[in-house]
């Protein structure tokens, strides 16, 4: 089945630094969904955007549906130890089946 | 976990066994999915339920089947494990079709299965 293409794979960063990740697809998108998944646990709903163009907030994140819906992108300032996970897109396009497609996940590592 | 329960969370069997996963959700959301969680693939529709007894396939259905008897139980059976079936099951519920409205999903805490 179609995928979302999530960049990048993984990160490194120290704590303190703000992190930047996308999810794009060549297809349209009417929904996209934010996860984070921690060690042992499922995925956890973050930010939800429902319309293109829309930058929502939560917390020290922040999310914005891309323009063109074909993408999306998750920003999170001043990371802290507790950031560190996997991190999912979702989306849910528009033509064709409907349903709720993932990204591959982005790993994020924190270096205290 | 938003009143959702996997069991097993891990599981050891061997090649041509039979597995059956459970979820248990004491939200009375309509859907219930099982997803497979593997590495570069991230998650991936097996099937899923919009209701008792009515369900039906996802992306990579073969090799396993479900059954919905109650509104709160998903059961999903690999009815003869292989090694390629060793992965990381999540079940998810929603409240109606994530496919509409704000729909989304929320997840178990996963079923780690292994097949040696």
């Known amino acids: 089945g179609q995928q979302l293409n999530q960049s990048p794979q993984s990160m490194f960063i120290q704590e303190g630094e703000d992190v930047s990740m996308n999810c794009t697809s060549s297809s349209i998108f009417n929904t996209w969904l934010w996860y984070k998944q921690d060690p042992g646990e499922g995925p956890v709903l973050l930010i939800a955007?429902?319309?293109?163009?829309e930058l929502t907030s939560n917390g020290r994140l922040t999310a914005q549906f891309g323009i063109t819906r074909k993408d999306s992108f998750l920003n999170i300032s001043a990371s802290i130890p507790s950031d560190v996970g996997i991190y999912f897109c979702a989306g849910r396009r528009v033509q064709g089946a409907q349903k709720l497609v993932f990204g591959q996940g982005t790993r994020l590592t924190i270096n205290p | 976990d938003a009143g959702i329960t996997q069991s097993p969370r891990h599981k050891v069997t061997e090649t041509g066994t039979p597995v059956t996963l459970r979820c248990h959700q004491t939200e009375n959301h309509r859907y219930m999915y099982w997803y497979r969680q593997d590495p570069g693939h991230g998650l991936r529709l097996i099937h899923y339920s919009y209701g008792v007894k009515d369900t039906d396939k996802g992306e990579v259905s073969d090799g396993y089947s479900v059954s919905r008897s109650k509104t709160e139980d998903f059961l999903l059976t690999l009815e003869s494990a292989t090694s390629s079936q060793t992965s990381v099951y999540f079940c998810?519920?929603?409240?109606?079709?994530?496919?509409?409205?704000?729909?989304?999903?929320?997840f178990g805490a996963g079923s780690r299965l292994t097949v040696l």
């Open positions: 998810a519920i929603s409240e109606d079709r994530v496919t509409s409205g704000a729909n989304v999903l929320t």
């Open positions: 955007l429902y319309k293109a163009g």
